[in-house]
């Protein structure tokens, strides 16, 4: 058997998609927090709620009324993005005009209870979700074996970041986003609603959440701390990234996703906090993040 | 009172005006910057308001717009009232404004400032129609729109508002800080647009270039019309508009 700098190609190949999937994660996840901050201003703290919300609406949707999972991958979100825009409608607009720090501390107390109400009806201990029978089984790739549900995953959620990222960068409603980030009273002077933009963003950036929690539900068990456990490396990478930049947000979040396999095949013991190494060097050189804009 | 002689005098030519401005106050916060402004604009006229820096020539645009957080009076256009409504809605009734920053979009190429305004109404200037207003922007389309020079931002401040359809054009200073050649084309456009119908609230500071372009000129000062003047009269005015201005 061969080695690859001095590690078994097996391990390394496996730790590397291990850190591709959590990178899949971190960039939907990323993108979502970079859509709402750069139009409402608000760090969504209730981000990684909404995401194991995306992961129990799938398993309900299961258990309760026999919804399978490609069912469950699209109405999961608009569920989900649903309450967004409940809680956009009717929390965060009554706070639009005060300090940015009221809607973290709003958010992060909506996340509080969110997992909170979970974890009282269905403990903390996880629920399991089948993969789906289509995505089951892998491939052996001779250097590796692929398994179906991680390589899916993988795909999955690069098709929705690149779909997302067009839709903002090259569609007409795009620029309308695009303008009320940078500058929303004028483009509310040119006849834009942009108050509703602003509920569809979040309801939008929700959704995402939602989705990536769907992904991960047959992978991680479904639980109430799922989100709460990602969240911190999530706004990591989005401090790493640059706040507001929708590119930034993807590319930060899959590399720092394989940085993170790396170090587990060379150096396991700072696997945990080799993101937060990096986020601490990118603060002291690049206080804006790497694609980040210098306010 | 010199409002009140104001308001004497046929301040619109025949019919109502498309605009009536009736004690218009305005507040940025705590501090109340409009004092009752009066002013009446007919349909294809071009006003300017002449002040000193200060005067609440901006602020009045932005009240009719409804761009500011607290205002109070009355102005209604083409008949109504337009004083509790948002600035989308404002912008719905036919209004089209241009900001004294310009309000070009970094995030957005020079295309995408051109044709972000949706359309209000039937009978904006076709695209291409803009393009022989002003042929740089057409060779800049792909550019990101704060890339382009000070005189051209001005034509892609002004041009993507000429193709909603908005009959009432709000220019805040479209000569500031612009070459004599940029002012000369800025106020050939002007003098077109009156012709195709357009009806115009121009704010400047060179009262020389609007009277180049204007119709009538309404003095404002610390908050309030103080004087109105035909462009006609402007000369023989010459002494009384420099004490105003304070040049």
């Known amino acids: 058997m061969f080695e690859l700098l001095g590690v078994p190609p097996q391990a390394l190949f496996g ?15 990323s993108l979502g927090l970079a859509v709402i901050f750069g139009l409402l201003n608000i760090i969504n703290f209730t981000h990684g709620a909404q995401y194991m919300m995306g992961a129990f609406v799938a398993w309900m949707c299961l258990n309760y009324l026999g919804i399978n999972y490609w069912a469950a991958l699209l109405l999961a979100p608009i569920a989900v993005g649903v309450t967004g825009v ?9 706070i639009a005009h005060v300090d940015h720090l009221y809607g973290l501390l709003l958010t992060f107390g909506l996340a509080l209870i969110i997992q909170g109400l979970f974890r009282n009806n269905y403990g903390s201990s996880g629920l399991p979700y089948q993969i789906p029978a289509e995505l089951r089984g892998g491939t052996n790739l ?93 706004f990591a990478v989005v401090v790493i990234g640059g706040m507001g930049s929708i590119m930034g947000a993807i590319v930060t979040g899959f590399s720092l996703g394989l940085v993170e396999g790396l170090t587990k095949v060379f150096y396991p013991e700072a696997s945990a906090t080799v993101i937060f190494i990096i986020m601490a060097i990118v603060l002291l050189v690049k206080p804006a993040g790497l694609f980040g804009r210098a306010a | 009172m010199v409002t009140e002689a104001v308001r004497e005098r046929p301040a619109v030519t025949g019919g109502k005006p ?14 109340h910057v ?22 609440g020539k901006t602020t009045t645009l932005k009240s009719i717009m409804g761009v500011i957080g607290k205002r109070k009076g009355s102005v209604t256009f083409a008949g109504q009232e337009t004083i509790g409504l948002p600035s989308r809605a404002i912008a719905r009734l036919g209004i089209g404004y241009v900001p004294e920053e310009r309000g070009i979009y970094s995030t957005l190429s020079v295309e995408e400032n051109l044709m972000l305004p949706p359309q209000v109404k039937p009978g904006g200037l076709p695209v291409e129609q803009i393009f022989t207003l002003f042929p740089n922007l057409k060779e800049r389309l792909k550019s990101q729109g704060t890339k382009l020079s000070g005189g051209e931002q001005q034509m ?33 456009t002007i003098r077109m647009l009156k012709q195709k119908g357009f009806t115009i609230v121009l704010v400047e500071q060179n009262f020389r270039f609007a009277q ?4 009538r000129h309404y003095v404002v000062e610390q908050g309030k019309v103080v004087d109105m003047i035909q462009n006609a009269e402007l000369d023989a005015n010459i002494d009384k508009l420099h004490s105003y201005l304070g040049v």
Not at chain 1, 86 to 94: A, D, G, P, S
């Open chain 2, 18 to 31: 498309l605009l009536a401005v009736r004690g218009l106050e305005a507040w940025y916060g705590e501090s």
């Open chain 2, 34 to 55: 409009l004092h009752g402004i009066d002013l009446d604009v007919g349909e294809g006229e071009v006003v300017t308001l002449l002040g000193r820096n200060g005067a």
């Open chain 1, 142 to 234: 001779g250097f590796m074996f692929l398994p179906t549900y991680r390589g899916w995953v993988v795909v999955a959620s690069l098709i929705v970041c690149l779909a997302t990222w067009f839709m903002i960068e090259k569609t007409k409603l795009g620029s309308y986003l695009r303008a009320a980030t940078e500058n929303p009273t004028l483009t509310q002077a040119f006849g834009i609603n942009v108050p509703l933009l602003v509920t569809l963003t979040y309801g939008f950036g929700v959704a995402l959440a939602a989705f990536a929690g769907v992904l991960a539900a047959p992978i991680y068990s479904v639980n109430p701390n799922m989100g709460a456990d990602l969240i911190i490396v999530v």
């Open chain 1, 86 to 94: 409940v809680i956009e409608r009717f929390l965060l607009k009554r």
């Open chain 2, 156 to 188: 892609l401040a002004i041009g993507r508002i000429l193709r909603t359809g908005a009959n009432l054009l709000l220019l805040d200073e479209p000569t500031e800080g612009l070459a004599p050649v940029i002012i000369d084309q800025i106020g050939a």
């Open chain 2, 212 to 215: 180049t372009v204007a119709d």
């Open chain 1, 15 to 29: 730790q590397l998609l291990l850190g591709l999937i959590n990178g899949s994660f971190y960039a939907i996840l």
